[in-house]
């Protein structure tokens, strides 16, 4: 059902007016955690002074550790809906078990699929039930054929409002977290006919590779870009070293946008 060879004209997901995947470069900004209100609403401010209309921020988090800080759960996504009504901004946040679906519909507008569990595949079906969009993120060492069967089991389901997401697979390269699969956004575009994200954030794992990589990933076809903003990485929660401040989001913003005009 994803194929192109079973619909070739592009999906178009449209999420608070933004047509994801008409065109026009779509772009998912928030910090990695959501960590308390103030938190949120400071970064929530500087996307919508840029026109911004998404904001991202996870509620529950997939950690290496169990001692690691694991999201604030409920809480987190209540701050996310105040934030949304206060804003204007449609909420993308991840959710990582069946049981948590019912309860988020009424806070999130994207479902946010993580990395880890790209192949939990009674996840997929159970977000495949609903009719909210979906961001699917790639497993850590997901194949591209892997990847697209995971959309499959969701829109198998019924649910068409499916986005791809790029985020680096795991390689024997150390300089970056993950490696930038940046030729998956073409075959991703080729072999589906669904929206493709690129997360310069999680793939990179470095700050001074967010802007060259968004670049790129416009550059290739890409129908949007994700990346981190908190208001003082040095204290986040989690990704501390790997996220934006909001200066340097103001930065990274500017330069994209030029970036843009020259297309
Ligand atoms: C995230 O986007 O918050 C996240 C945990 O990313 P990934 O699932 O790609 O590791
Ligand atoms: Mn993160």
Redesign the pocket.
């Given at each position: 059902l994803v194929s192109r060879k079973k619909k070739s004209e592009d999906t178009v997901i449209n999420i608070n007016g933004e047509q994801i995947g008409a065109g026009t470069p779509t772009f998912v900004f928030g910090p990695?955690s959501v960590e308390s209100y103030e938190q949120v609403a400071a970064v929530a401010a500087s996307i919508k002074e840029k026109g911004q209309k998404l904001i991202?921020g996870?509620a529950y988090?997939?950690r290496t550790s169990p001692y690691d800080f694991q999201g604030l759960g409920l809480d987190g996504l209540k701050i996310l809906k105040q934030i949304s009504q206060e804003y204007g901004l449609a909420v993308v946040t991840?959710i990582v078990t069946p049981a948590h679906i019912e309860e988020a519909l009424d806070y999130v507008d994207v479902i946010?699929i993580?990395?880890?569990n790209m192949q939990n595949f009674e996840l997929l079906k159970a977000v495949g039930e609903t009719n909210k969009p979906v961001l699917l993120?790639r497993g850590l060492a997901a194949t591209i054929d892997e990847f697209i069967h995971a959309a499959e089991y969701i829109m198998s389901k019924g649910n068409e409002n499916i986005m791809l997401c790029e985020?680096g697979i795991r390689t024997y390269e150390k300089a970056t977290r993950n490696t930038l699969d940046i030729s998956a956004v073409p075959i991703l575009k080729q072999e589906t006919h669904l929206p493709v994200f690129v997360?310069v954030t999680?793939s990179t794992g470095r700050r001074d590779l967010l802007l060259p990589c968004a670049k790129a990933a416009i550059a290739i076809g890409a129908d949007g870009v994700?990346a981190e903003v908190h208001p003082d990485p040095s204290v986040a929660l989690s990704d501390s070293q790997q996220q934006m401040d909001i200066p340097q989001f103001n930065a990274f913003y500017d330069e994209i946008q030029k970036f843009m005009k020259q297309y």
């Amino acid at each position: 059902l994803v194929s192109r060879k079973k619909k070739s004209e592009d999906t178009v997901i449209n999420i608070n007016g933004e047509q994801i995947g008409a065109g026009t470069p779509t772009f998912v900004f928030g910090p990695c955690s959501v960590e308390s209100y103030e938190q949120v609403a400071a970064v929530a401010a500087s996307i919508k002074e840029k026109g911004q209309k998404l904001i991202r921020g996870g509620a529950y988090k997939p950690r290496t550790s169990p001692y690691d800080f694991q999201g604030l759960g409920l809480d987190g996504l209540k701050i996310l809906k105040q934030i949304s009504q206060e804003y204007g901004l449609a909420v993308v946040t991840e959710i990582v078990t069946p049981a948590h679906i019912e309860e988020a519909l009424d806070y999130v507008d994207v479902i946010q699929i993580g990395a880890r569990n790209m192949q939990n595949f009674e996840l997929l079906k159970a977000v495949g039930e609903t009719n909210k969009p979906v961001l699917l993120k790639r497993g850590l060492a997901a194949t591209i054929d892997e990847f697209i069967h995971a959309a499959e089991y969701i829109m198998s389901k019924g649910n068409e409002n499916i986005m791809l997401c790029e985020r680096g697979i795991r390689t024997y390269e150390k300089a970056t977290r993950n490696t930038l699969d940046i030729s998956a956004v073409p075959i991703l575009k080729q072999e589906t006919h669904l929206p493709v994200f690129v997360d310069v954030t999680h793939s990179t794992g470095r700050r001074d590779l967010l802007l060259p990589c968004a670049k790129a990933a416009i550059a290739i076809g890409a129908d949007g870009v994700m990346a981190e903003v908190h208001p003082d990485p040095s204290v986040a929660l989690s990704d501390s070293q790997q996220q934006m401040d909001i200066p340097q989001f103001n930065a990274f913003y500017d330069e994209i946008q030029k970036f843009m005009k020259q297309y």
